[in-house]
Each structure stands twice: as structure tokens, then as C-alpha cells.
């Protein structure tokens, strides 16, 4: 089974450029959460999607927007990047999105993105 | 708040037991987890407590306290291959069921 797949894996963009993120969930998930993971912390909360609709987002500046398709794949996309958005940005998915499954989200490998 | 407390480092040796200790200042959470994750690689569930004791699963056991505002991951029987950073996160009860993290705590297991 393929688990929570993230493109690209690395990703250098300059101050000021846009860039998106993708990410296709595990077959039959309708959740899909994006977090942001700067180095030396724990992941943080920038969105939640279920059945394409957003259920939920952290504290994050507007230039930071995703969508969810039909076929339950995601895209985070942020605008006008600053050196303080480099990261790893985690994408997690889950059947209902909700945390209380024994198992609770299953992550991606991340895509790490440099900002110079 | 929800600050959620971890030691940043903690060393072990091969074969030994170590407690990752994490504590939180919130309440009305959900449940806890506590996730394993490798030098660039994605984070990796390994326990979940909903209620106050604890949950064991092989080598890996984990306790939650409600009224203390704590809860500890225990590895035994360490290998090298757990020197990883072991992540504690809460729940909440809001339509997004997002997971709020601490830091992290980088565990080195020495041969």
C-alpha cells in the first residue's frame, strides 16, 4: 500500500516567489492536514482538509492557502516567501480527520523547502 | 495556553530503559500521542492514551496522568536504531482535530 506521498521532496525558491506543495493521501482517506515543521521543533498546525472542505486552520499569515480536490489530493500553496518560511512541510492524512483513530494521521516524508 | 513540555536531549545506552517525560498546561484535550521521528524522515505514531494509566505495546509503553498534566513515553530494551527525536502531542475537541506538538526530544542511544 503506498503510504502519504509529498512533491516535491526539496524545493529552493527565493525570497518573494510562490510555491506549491502537493500531496496525495492514503487510498480512502477523506482527511488531509498540513503542518510546518522548522528545525529543531515540533510540527505546527497550518490547515485541515475533509471531503474538500476546510475544517480547520492554525496561525498562519494569509499567504499560506491549500485546496482539496475530488480525488482527496491536496495543495499547499504560499505566496511572497520569506527566509522564515524555510521548513518541512508535513503533509498527514486520516480516514475522517479525526485524531481520536487509534492510529491517529498517518505522515508524509515532507517536503523540505529553502528560502534564499 | 497549550505549552507541551519535553526534554530537548536525553542519552541512553544500548540495552537500557529510558523515560521521555512530557507535560502539558491545557485541559480538555482529546487524548495524547506520542509520535517517533528519524533524521528527515516523517513522523511515526506509536501510542495513543485517552485515558488516565497505561498503554503498553512491546518495547513501547505509555502513561498519561489528567489531574498532574503529564505523561511519559517508557523504551525498553533499547537499539540503536531508536536514537530518534519522540514527539508528544494533544488533540483538541474542535472540528479540525489538529495535533498540537512539543518540541521534540532528541534521544541518542549509545552502543
Known amino acids: 500500500d503506498a503510504g502519504v506521498t509529498q512533491s516535491p521532496t526539496h524545493l529552493i525558491k527565493t525570497r518573494g516567489q510562490h510555491v506549491t506543495l502537493r500531496c496525495s493521501p492514503i487510498s480512502g482517506h477523506k482527511s488531509v492536514s498540513w503542518y510546518q515543521q522548522v528545525l529543531g521543533q515540533g510540527p505546527q498546525f497550518i490547515f485541515q482538509y475533509y471531503e474538500k472542505e476546510e475544517r480547520g486552520r492554525g496561525n498562519f499569515p494569509d499567504r499560506f492557502s491549500a485546496r482539496q480536490f475530488p480525488n482527496y489530493s491536496s495543495e499547499l500553496n504560499v505566496n511572497a516567501l520569506l527566509l522564515g518560511d524555510s521548513a518541512l512541510y508535513l503533509c498527514?492524512?486520516?480516514?475522517?480527520?479525526?485524531?481520536?483513530?487509534?492510529?491517529?494521521?498517518?505522515f508524509g516524508s515532507g517536503t523540505r523547502l529553502t528560502v534564499v | 495556553g497549550q505549552n507541551i513540555d519535553q526534554p530537548t536531549e536525553m542519552t541512553a545506552t544500548e540495552g537500557a530503559i529510558v523515560q521521555i517525560n512530557c507535560t502539558y498546561q491545557?485541559?480538555?484535550?482529546?487524548?495524547l500521542f506520542w509520535y517517533q521521528q528519524h533524521a528527515g524522515e516523517a513522523p511515526t505514531f506509536l501510542s495513543y492514551n485517552v485515558l488516565d494509566g497505561l498503554e503498553e505495546k512491546g518495547r513501547f509503553s505509555s502513561f498519561l496522568s489528567r489531574s498532574k498534566g503529564y505523561s511519559y513515553l517508557l523504551l525498553k530494551e533499547l537499539q540503536m536504531k531508536d536514537s530518534a527525536s519522540y514527539l508528544c502531542?494533544?488533540?483538541?475537541?474542535?472540528?479540525?482535530?489538529?495535533?498540537?506538538f512539543g518540541s521534540g526530544t532528541q534521544l541518542t542511544v549509545l552502543p
Open positions: 498527514a492524512s486520516s480516514l475522517l480527520g479525526r485524531a481520536e483513530f487509534v492510529d491517529g494521521y498517518t
Open positions: 491545557t485541559s480538555g484535550f482529546n487524548g
Open positions: 502531542a494533544v488533540s483538541f475537541p474542535n472540528s479540525a482535530r489538529q495535533l498540537t
